[in-house]
């Protein structure tokens, strides 16, 4: 069987009904986005306290989720990452850990590509890699997976119930040809209008 | 050399909230002190590149964090560092440990590269060696914050 084989054999969900199901039961929690996550999710919300960490600096999005988390103790923030991001810090599923932001869900889209760059593979679906595997070596309260679009849908409204910080892996399909990221403005005018909603500005 | 119980009583006076930090020999001095202020939390963080995110995430939800770490540091967390004071244009501060700054004619390249690597992002900076320039790092501390720019502490060390 080749690594493509592999990558492809697992079950996965398409893409952006996934996001849509965790739109679908968002209350007040910060969102934050990077990378795949940060084309779709402007598509399905427009609300303030979505944070989309675009330009990025690849592997750091749950850092900064972090930093939320811990900034806001009275909020709840969702990050969503990419499997390649995942892979480029897997030092941070230990720094969250630390932290002990129980108000933190990370969830990790894995597709196995790196589809920003044209759809290679990542180094973690040659390997087979399992992500939950790491953040359950490294403590996490609570380690969720799924590949059924049905069982996230069920999942997904009572999320933040389980113990934080949760980590979450949903195995996703590829965006697809058209992947592209989009232009969402000056990030600095961005960050003044998040901080307001926020009300730390 | 400069004191923990120094940093830590100056930085928390002038309103630091977190201090997030992957320890240097001489840094790691300060651990007790940074760890037993009322005023200061101290987040470890993997690796240098995180300490840049974390902090912005800290300051865009509100809070005012310090960024610390050696110069070898400095230089990993450079993409880091690169998108949070000049694409997200954070103004946060860091202290960067300067090994072999005080050790003459040191061949370390980690102390041939601090100045002018910080030169070349454009960064101001300022060189502190004792606990007597500790009221001088916090004025720069605040001159950066009342500017809405970036700054670094540059503290003087033997090897680090």
């Known amino acids: 069987m080749s690594h493509d084989m592999h990558r492809k054999a697992r079950a996965r969900m398409p893409f952006v009904p996934a996001l849509a199901g965790l739109a679908a039961c968002r209350d007040q929690e910060i969102v934050v986005t990077t990378m795949g996550a940060a084309r779709e999710w402007p598509k399905l919300s427009s609300h303030p306290l979505d944070f989309h960490y675009l330009p990025s600096t690849m592997g750091q999005a749950p850092l900064v989720a972090l930093g939320l988390a811990l900034a806001q103790p009275g909020r709840e923030v969702i990050c969503l990452n990419g499997d390649g991001c995942m892979l480029m810090n897997l030092g941070a599923l230990v720094t969250i850990r630390a932290a002990a932001a129980v108000n933190l869900t990370l969830v990790v889209m894995d597709n196995g590509l790196y589809e920003v760059t044209g759809g290679q593979q990542t180094v973690a679906a040659v390997a087979q890699t399992d992500f939950a595997g790491f953040a359950r070596a490294a403590g996490w309260p609570s380690v969720l997976e799924f590949d059924t679009l049905d069982d996230w849908q069920v999942a997904a409204p009572k999320l933040t119930e389980a113990p934080g910080p949760r980590f979450v892996v949903l195995h996703v399909e590829p965006i697809g040809p058209a992947y592209q990221l989009p232009s969402l403005g000056p990030m600095s005018e961005r960050i003044a209008k998040f901080r307001q909603a926020l009300g730390v500005a | ?160």
């Open chain 2, 1 to 160: 050399m400069i004191s923990g119980p120094s940093i830590a009583a100056a930085f928390a006076q002038a309103g630091v909230s977190h201090v997030v930090w992957i320890p240097d020999s001489t840094l790691g001095t300060w651990e007790p002190a940074l760890e037993q202020s009322r005023d200061l939390k101290l987040l470890r963080v993997a690796r240098e590149g995180e300490a840049w995110a974390l902090a912005a995430g800290l300051w865009i939800g509100g809070q005012q964090p310090l960024v610390v770490m050696q110069n070898t540091g400095l230089f990993e967390s450079g993409d880091a560092l690169r998108n949070v004071l000049f694409d997200l244009r954070l103004p946060l501060y860091a202290l960067i440990g300067y090994r072999s700054y005080l050790l003459a004619n040191s061949p370390d390249t980690a102390r041939a590269f601090t100045e002018p690597v910080l030169q070349a992002w454009g960064l101001e900076y300022l060189l502190a060696t004792t606990d007597d320039d500790v009221p001088a790092l916090v004025d720069h501390y605040h001159a950066c914050r009342q500017a809405a720019r970036p700054g670094i502490g540059l503290i003087a060390e033997g090897r680090g």
